[in-house]
């Protein structure tokens, strides 16, 4: 049964496609949102948050187009007002900071934030960590990526383009500006 | 040779395919710039690192009981409003049932009269008849009816008396003291 059908079923009305979607997608969803805050507390809150804006928008939804990037261009849009109400001052939270620089470093602790590459994903811009989670946490294709982003399949790439650059020139690597490089 | 800033122009377009051979032109250019090969390599390795360490935990066996319910007790679903789509094949459904009544209406056989119309009405007549007083029109219709049965009945009761007649006259003549005896 594809996720597409479900969801035409949801649209029908069927309470079992409903909680078999859920089943499907709560912890690709609630993942991407605990990475994208380091909060599980947080990343719970707004998967619930997710499917309850997901249950009243799915009259809109098309069947024709893949549900997995609908879904998570909704998570999208439920992170992006978690933030206007809880980082007003584009402060991180106490779970964001520089792994390299906190005395937190034990594994357990690094394993509770994830990999330090993403820890210093999440400090781009939430765009470009979107795109980026979603390309290679989430394995979307550029169509997919674009569809979650709502933004065309050229200006996904753009995207992903200048995060990879940026992490880069975070990460210290210094292979992420060099000469010439206007993009 | 293609200038850097195109280059990097391709390497955004190809920047997500890292299995494929990268076109004629950006390959002979970076066959020949350090620049622009460090740059391809650098996303590919990062691309890589982030595919390979993005780390997937187990959400919390609750939550999705959790969100069913919630859903549930925040808005029972209603049906969406009808869509254009929908709307489209209903009405398409309703034109082809109205032209299927149409022509079944216009082929289809004549109505012939039901066999049990004629017992039906003559039983209703009878029961008219012996439930109210007789009226003119009512003794006209009996007569009608039964004027078949009345007719031979008639003939036979007219045979019986002449029959009776000539016996009587026999006996009569038989037991009747002769006037002429001396
Ligand atoms: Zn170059």
């Not at chain 1, 499907?24 to 380091?38: D, K, Q, S």
């Not at chain 2, 200038?3 to 997500?16: F, G, P, Q, Y």
């Not at chain 2, 622009?36 to 360490?53: G, S, V, W, Y």
Request: hydrophobic share 45%; net charge positive.
């Amino acid at each position: 049964m594809t996720d597409e059908t479900l969801a035409r079923w949801w649209q029908e009305g069927s309470d079992a496609a409903f909680a078999e979607l859920v089943g499907r997608f709560y912890g690709r969803i609630f993942n991407f949102l605990w990475h994208a805050t380091g909060h599980r507390e947080d990343a719970e809150d707004l998967t619930q948050e997710t499917f309850l804006a997901a249950h009243r928008s799915i009259p809109r939804y098309q069947p024709a187009r893949t549900f997995g990037p609908w879904l998570f261009g909704i998570a999208r849009h439920t992170l992006a007002d978690h933030w206007r109400r809880q980082r007003p001052c584009d402060e991180l939270p106490p779970d964001f900071a520089d792994p390299i620089s906190t005395s937190e470093n034990a594994p357990a602790a690094r394993e509770e934030r994830g990999s330090a590459l993403w820890q210093q994903a999440r400090r781009l811009k939430p765009r470009q960590f979107e795109a980026l989670w979603l390309r290679y946490g989430e394995g979307f294709d550029i169509a997919g990526v674009a569809r979650a982003l709502g933004i065309t399949r050229i200006h996904a790439k753009v995207l992903l383009f200048r995060a990879r650059k940026e992490l880069a020139r975070r990460a210290g690597s210094g292979k992420g500006r060099t000469k010439g490089d206007r993009l | 040779m293609m200038a850097c800033w195109i280059s990097r122009l391709w390497l955004i377009r190809h920047a997500d395919e890292y299995g494929a051979t990268p076109p004629a032109r950006l390959a002979r250019h970076l066959a020949g710039c350090a620049s622009c090969r460090a740059q391809r390599e650098m996303h590919r390795n990062l691309a890589t690192r982030l595919a390979a360490t993005a780390s997937h935990r187990e959400p919390p066996p609750f939550l999705a009981a959790r969100i069913v319910a919630a859903a549930r007790a925040a808005a029972p679903y209603r049906r969406p409003a009808v869509s254009v789509h929908r709307l489209r094949w209903t009405g398409a459904v309703m034109i082809a049932l109205t032209a299927g009544l149409s022509l079944w209406l216009a082929i289809r056989p004549a109505k012939t009269p039901r066999p049990v119309a004629a017992p039906l009405e003559l039983a209703a007549l009878v029961r008219e008849t012996i439930s109210r007083p007789m009226q003119l029109a009512d003794q006209q219709r009996l007569t009608m009816v039964t004027r078949s049965l009345a007719q031979p009945l008639e003939q036979e009761w007219q045979r019986i008396q002449a029959d009776a007649n000539g016996a009587w006259h026999t006996l009569a003549a038989d037991f009747t003291p002769s006037p002429a005896a001396p």
